[in-house]
């Protein structure tokens, strides 16, 4: 019973991070693709928007690692082993984006040089992050991981560098800047800039639709039943076809331009029902392994006291951080005095 | 550089690295606080404007020790992970509470960066209050994570296998206590020393005089007090080793043979092979003494620990040196600190004492990191004391070499970035925060 509580806190950890990291993320990928002349306006919105949450969105990414290494050693421990490359990209562009978005707003001599540098790391690491977190998902589930491997190139490089997995990242990064577009839109005022984000929103969504049809593409390639994952069971199936649903939606309501709220809703809808959908085909799997064998949440979880702590825990300081959290994004949709 | 000593040194170099940035994350929020309060209470502008120069140094550090404390819980797997595989489930109940802790700190110090104009003051206020002890606990209960490979406890380890995981036993091991205070002490008497330091010297350069005397005060009080207490809890934690983990206490003193009227060496050059130290200066009867409380009663030397287990003799015991001669040099300035001040002396317009703190500054931080090297490096060649070899729990990767490379050159260019900003931050103080503010 605990093991499941702990396996809904991972899952929903690695939700939210998507959803609130992803935006997050993303508003550094558009930063990325903003002409010149824009640049200065777009960083203003995204500093009203992210700043105050930004460094609360990380700590997801913390839970998760903190719920599979006390709670699934093993299966943390084998990733770590052989994913280790991705996740040390991943980690250098966690370092570069943080410590860049920072110091560029707490330096205290803000001179274009400088900014320009900052702004410069800050973006090209908002793209490496979640291109390599994509990496790392697509990696777990694309059974190219292979304990028998003998030489580095098998057992470290392919493992990760194929084109499932890469195209995954791809996606991810999509997404990331979808989201990050359509939060934006919910939050700045000026009829001109909601424009501008929405054109940034329905552009960010094309390209996740290619990279999305890479994905498939690719899928194909490295032998991943991509299509059977998520046609082959009723919930995944419906999950798909809810995306698609509320993806419609949102494209009528942003035509009409009608409550920016409900876009937020129904891009976070979106994205959580594809990570339902690829989820739930999946589960309890949470690595799969080139021979076909694979590393089930359900098997490989530590002993019963541990996780039952972990569970008592994690609930206990739900208790904590909810409330405190949602005061956090209650406090910073009031306006300044 | 071969991989085992490429992990080794990676992890060395990032726990180093985090450990500077999570002291001063922990303990600025504190003084921030206290500043913020006095203004509050007396509505003076110089208060307010100490509180927002430091709460940017803090953001500054919290950005920095979060990213580099992100890294840690990935390279705990990345460089150890049969270590792990093993240990994740029995020391994670710490590592579990430490992440509500940083998550409650993380949205508290939004709440107070942010929060100027938009929160009510006393709301702010408690903002700042919750990031200071949010930040503490963590403190504690990632020291009590540590404290558990040099005391392992909460399990028993029966033909290679873990069994009996007891989580909450594992957190309140024996060494948790005493290691969590020495911790906490360190880092209030680090981050005060450095801090007064930084002040004295723009008042001894005449800058900002009014600014600066009042940020110089708040740090110093609790710099000091720390400093003062210091040396009675390494006490208490050189007792605590002694017991749990004689080789490590050995390799501190570099006390080869077991005897009666045990001496304390202080200084000299441990000679391994030869087993003695050279050039030291040896008080008989004192290390008995700090130990078993009485001159005479024997303490185990190395001789008693099979050369295979052994820790390193010379490193931990130049670093055993360094930390307790600052531990004292500390002590000594605390102390007259308090002496001038009971005397009500007007000491900051005097340039010998402010030169004392200037040429201070780094002295706790260097301390800091010796008191690591001697807990990390007097536990080998255990990663779990007694239990596991570091040498088993390394990763099967080779190339760690290259990581360990590049993770070097990244923290140097962080730190490079942190002083150079910091110097802008001062820098800037002058146009920010002297001007008559109203
Ligand atoms: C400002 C820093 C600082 C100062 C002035 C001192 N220490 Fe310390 N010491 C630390 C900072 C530190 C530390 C870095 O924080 C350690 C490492 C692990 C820990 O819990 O504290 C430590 C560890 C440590 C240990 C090893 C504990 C263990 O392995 O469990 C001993 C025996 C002492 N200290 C003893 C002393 C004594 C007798 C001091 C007297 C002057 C002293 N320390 C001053
Ligand atoms: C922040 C303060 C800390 C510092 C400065 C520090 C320093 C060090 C040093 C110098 C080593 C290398 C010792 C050697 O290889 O000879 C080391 C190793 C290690 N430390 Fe710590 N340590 C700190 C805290 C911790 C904590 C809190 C943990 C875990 C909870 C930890 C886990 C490890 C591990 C797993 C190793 C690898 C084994 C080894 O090489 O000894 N350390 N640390
Ligand atoms: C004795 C050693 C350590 C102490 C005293 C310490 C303390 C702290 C503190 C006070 C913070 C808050 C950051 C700030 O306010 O600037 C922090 C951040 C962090 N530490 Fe450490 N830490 C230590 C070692 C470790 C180790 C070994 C790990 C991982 C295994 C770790 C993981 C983290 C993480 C993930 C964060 C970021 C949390 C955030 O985003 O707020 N720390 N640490």
């Given at each position: 019973?605990?093991?499941y509580?702990?396996?809904?806190?991972l899952?929903?950890?690695?939700?939210?991070?998507?959803?609130?990291?992803?935006?997050?993320?993303g508003?550094?990928?558009?930063?990325?693709?903003?002409?010149?002349?824009?640049?200065?306006?777009?960083?203003?919105?995204?500093?009203?928007?992210?700043?105050?949450?930004?460094?609360?969105?990380h700590m997801?990414?913390?839970?998760?690692v903190?719920?599979?290494?006390?709670?699934?050693?093993?299966?943390?421990?084998?990733?770590?082993?052989?994913?280790?490359?991705p996740l040390?990209?991943?980690l250098l562009?966690?370092?570069?984006r943080?410590?860049a978005?920072?110091?560029?707003?707490?330096?205290?001599i803000k001179d274009?040089?400088?900014?320009?540098?900052?702004?410069?790391?800050?973006?090209?690491?908002?793209?490496?992050t979640?291109?390599?977190?994509?990496i790392i998902a697509?990696?777990?589930?694309?059974?190219?991981?292979?304990?028998?491997?003998?030489?580095?190139?098998?057992?470290?490089?392919?493992?990760?560098?194929n084109w499932?997995?890469?195209?995954?990242?791809?996606?991810?990064?999509?997404?990331?800047?979808?989201?990050?577009?359509?939060?934006?839109v919910?939050?700045?005022?000026?009829?001109d800039?909601?424009?501008?984000?929405?054109?940034?929103?329905?552009?960010?969504n094309?390209?996740?639709?290619?990279?999305?049809?890479?994905?498939?593409?690719?899928?194909?390639?490295?032998?991943?039943?991509?299509?059977?994952?998520?046609?082959?069971?009723?919930v995944?199936?419906?999950?798909v076809?809810?995306?698609?649903?509320?993806?419609?939606v949102?494209?009528?309501?942003?035509?009409?331009?009608?409550?920016?709220q409900?876009i937020?809703?129904?891009?976070?809808?979106?994205?959580?029902?594809?990570?339902?959908?690829?989820?739930?085909?999946r589960?309890?799997?949470?690595?799969?392994?080139?021979?076909?064998?694979?590393?089930?949440?359900?098997?490989?979880?530590?002993?019963?006291?541990?996780?039952?702590?972990?569970?008592?825990?994690?609930?206990?300081?739900?208790l904590?951080?909810?409330?405190?959290?949602?005061?956090?994004?209650?406090?910073f949709?009031?306006?300044?005095? | 550089m071969?991989?085992?000593?490429?992990?080794?040194?990676?992890m060395?170099?990032?726990?180093?690295?985090?450990?500077?940035?999570?002291?001063?994350g922990?303990?600025?929020?504190?003084?921030?606080?206290?500043?913020?309060?006095k203004?509050?209470?007396t509505?003076?502008?110089?208060?307010k404007?100490?509180?927002?120069?430091?709460?940017?140094?803090?953001?500054?550090?919290?950005?920095t020790?979060?990213?580099?404390?992100?890294?840690?819980?990935?390279?705990?797997?990345?460089?150890?992970?049969?270590?792990m595989?093993?240990?994740?489930?029995?020391?994670?109940?710490?590592f579990?509470?430490?992440?509500?802790?940083?998550?409650?700190?993380a949205?508290?110090?939004?709440?107070?960066?942010?929060?100027w104009?938009r929160?009510?003051?006393?709301?702010?206020w408690?903002?700042?209050?919750i990031?200071?002890?949010?930040?503490?606990?963590?403190?504690?209960?990632v020291?009590s994570?540590?404290?558990?490979m040099?005391?392992?406890?909460?399990?028993?380890?029966?033909?290679?296998q873990y069994?009996?995981?007891?989580?909450?036993?594992?957190?309140?091991?024996?060494?948790?206590?005493?290691?969590?205070?020495?911790?906490?002490i360190?880092?209030?008497?680090a981050?005060g020393f450095?801090?007064?330091?930084?002040?004295?010297?723009?008042?001894?350069?005449k800058?900002?005089?009014?600014?600066?005397?009042?940020?110089?005060?708040?740090?110093?009080?609790?710099?000091?007090?720390?400093?003062?207490?210091q040396?009675?809890?390494?006490?208490?934690?050189?007792?605590?080793?002694?017991?749990r983990?004689?080789?490590?206490?050995?390799?501190?003193?570099?006390?080869?043979?077991?005897?009666?009227?045990?001496?304390?060496?202080i200084?000299?050059?441990?000679?391994?092979?030869?087993?003695?130290v050279?050039?030291?200066?040896?008080?008989?009867?004192?290390?008995?003494?700090?130990?078993h409380?009485?001159?005479?009663?024997?303490?185990?030397?190395?001789?008693?620990?099979?050369?295979?287990?052994?820790?390193?003799?010379?490193?931990?015991?130049?670093?055993?040196?360094?930390?307790?001669?600052?531990?004292?040099?500390m002590?000594?300035?605390g102390?007259?600190?308090?002496?001038?001040?009971w005397k009500?002396?007007?000491?900051?317009?005097k340039?010998?004492?402010?030169?004392?703190f200037?040429?201070?500054?780094?002295?706790?931080?260097i301390?800091?990191?010796a008191?690591?090297?001697?807990t990390?490096?007097?536990?080998?060649?255990?990663?779990?004391?007694?239990?596991?070899?570091?040498?088993?729990?390394?990763?099967?990767?080779?190339?760690?070499?290259?990581?360990?490379?590049?993770?070097?050159f990244?923290?140097?260019?962080?730190?490079?970035?942190?002083?150079?900003l910091?110097?802008?931050?001062?820098?800037?103080?002058p146009?920010?925060?002297d001007?008559?503010?109203a």
């Open positions: 019973m605990m093991l509580i702990v396996i809904l806190f899952f929903a950890a690695i939700t939210l991070y998507f959803l609130l990291g992803g935006a997050d993320f508003a550094g990928i558009i930063e990325l693709f903003t002409s010149t002349d824009n640049k200065h306006r777009t960083r203003k919105i995204m500093y009203q928007a992210i700043g105050p949450i930004w460094e609360a969105n997801w990414l913390i839970i998760t903190v719920v599979l290494f006390v709670g699934f050693p093993v299966i943390y421990s084998e990733m770590c082993i052989y994913l280790h490359i040390l990209v991943m562009g966690v370092i570069a943080g410590t978005f920072s110091f560029r707003n707490y330096d205290a274009e040089k400088t900014q320009a540098f900052y702004t410069h790391i800050f973006v090209y690491s908002s793209f490496v979640p291109l390599f977190l994509g697509g990696s777990a589930l694309s059974g190219q991981i292979d304990p028998k491997a003998t030489d580095f190139v098998h057992a470290y490089i392919f493992s990760w560098f499932f997995s890469v195209s995954v990242g791809f996606f991810t990064v999509a997404l990331c800047g979808f989201l990050a577009a359509i939060y934006i919910g939050e700045t005022e000026d009829v800039e909601i424009k501008r984000y929405i054109r940034k929103a329905k552009i960010m094309v390209a996740a639709v290619i990279c999305g049809s890479l994905v498939f593409l690719a899928s194909h390639f490295e032998h991943v039943h991509l299509a059977n994952w998520i046609f082959g069971n009723p995944s199936l419906v999950a076809i809810a995306a698609t649903i509320s993806l419609s949102l494209y009528l309501i942003i035509s009409h331009r009608r409550n920016r409900w937020r809703v129904l891009a976070a809808f979106e994205v959580c029902m594809i990570l339902i959908s690829v989820g739930f085909s589960f309890p799997r949470f690595v799969i392994f080139k021979d076909g064998s694979s590393m089930s949440l359900l098997a490989e979880h530590a002993n019963s006291n541990s996780i039952d702590d972990l569970g008592i825990g994690l609930m206990v300081g739900s904590f951080i909810l409330p405190a959290l949602g005061y956090l994004y209650y406090a949709k009031k306006k300044e005095r | 071969d991989d085992f000593l490429a992990a080794r040194s990676q060395a170099l990032s726990l180093g690295f985090h450990i500077i940035y999570s002291c001063i922990m303990v600025m929020p504190v003084f921030m606080a206290i500043s913020h309060y203004w509050i209470k509505q003076d502008p110089v208060y404007n100490i509180t927002i120069a430091w709460s940017k140094g803090v953001a500054i550090f919290f950005a020790g979060a990213v580099s404390g992100t890294m840690l819980s990935f390279e705990l797997g990345l460089l150890w992970p049969g270590f595989k093993h240990a994740g489930p029995i020391f994670g109940m710490p579990s509470l430490e992440g509500v802790a940083f998550f409650i700190e949205i508290a110090l939004g709440l107070f960066l942010y929060g104009n929160l009510n003051n006393w709301v702010h408690t903002a700042g209050i990031v200071g002890v949010s930040g503490v606990a963590s403190g504690i209960l020291v994570a540590n404290s558990w040099n005391s392992p406890s909460g399990f028993d380890f029966v033909n290679g069994i009996n995981i007891d989580p909450v036993k594992a957190m309140f091991n024996k060494a948790w206590f005493t290691e969590s205070l020495h911790m906490i360190a880092a209030f008497s981050t450095a801090v007064a330091g930084i002040h004295a010297l723009m008042i001894y350069r800058k900002n005089i009014a600014f600066h005397t009042k940020a110089f005060k708040i740090a110093i009080i609790f710099g000091a007090a720390a400093a003062i207490l040396p009675f809890s390494g006490d208490l934690s050189a007792k605590n080793a002694a017991k983990q004689p080789a490590k206490l050995a390799a501190m003193e570099a006390y080869f043979h077991t005897r009666e009227y045990a001496p304390l060496v200084g000299g050059i441990p000679d391994t092979a030869a087993k003695k050279n050039y030291g200066l040896e008080i008989p009867g004192l290390l008995s003494f700090l130990v409380d009485n001159f005479k009663t024997p303490v185990n030397g190395l001789d008693k620990i099979p050369v295979k287990n052994q820790p390193p003799v010379a490193v931990t015991h130049y670093a055993f040196q360094i930390m307790v001669g600052i531990g004292v040099l002590m000594l300035i102390i007259i600190y308090f002496y001038e001040l009500k002396k007007d000491l900051l317009s340039p010998w004492f402010l030169k004392t200037i040429w201070a500054t780094p002295l706790g931080f301390a800091l990191e008191g690591w090297t001697v990390e490096v007097g536990r080998q060649p255990w990663i779990i004391q007694g239990v596991m070899r570091t040498s088993e729990a390394v990763t099967p990767m080779p190339g760690i070499q290259y990581s360990f490379y590049l993770f070097s990244i923290y140097f260019t962080l730190s490079v970035a942190v002083i150079f910091l110097k802008r931050q001062i820098q800037m103080v146009e920010l925060y001007r008559k503010t």
